[in-house]
């Protein structure tokens, strides 16, 4: 994962986090265009 290495290893939990983070909400997103048909 990025940003991973730049951490120590005690705080690597926080990075992890919000790449799940962003990695959900990219799947809600395609989750709600493929719902409405591609329609802008």
Same mark, same amino acid.
Do not use: H
């Given at each position: 994962? $990025?940003?991973?290495? $730049?951490? /120590?290893?005690?705080?690597?939990?926080? /990075?992890?986090?919000f790449?799940?983070? #962003? #990695?959900?909400?990219?799947? #809600?997103? *395609?989750? $709600?265009? *493929?719902?409405?048909?591609?329609? $802008?």
């Open positions: 994962m $990025i940003g991973t290495g $730049i951490v /120590p290893q005690d705080c690597f939990g926080i /990075p992890e986090r790449s799940v983070i #962003a #990695a959900t909400g990219f799947n #809600a997103v *395609l989750g $709600i265009y *493929l719902f409405k048909g591609f329609e $802008i």
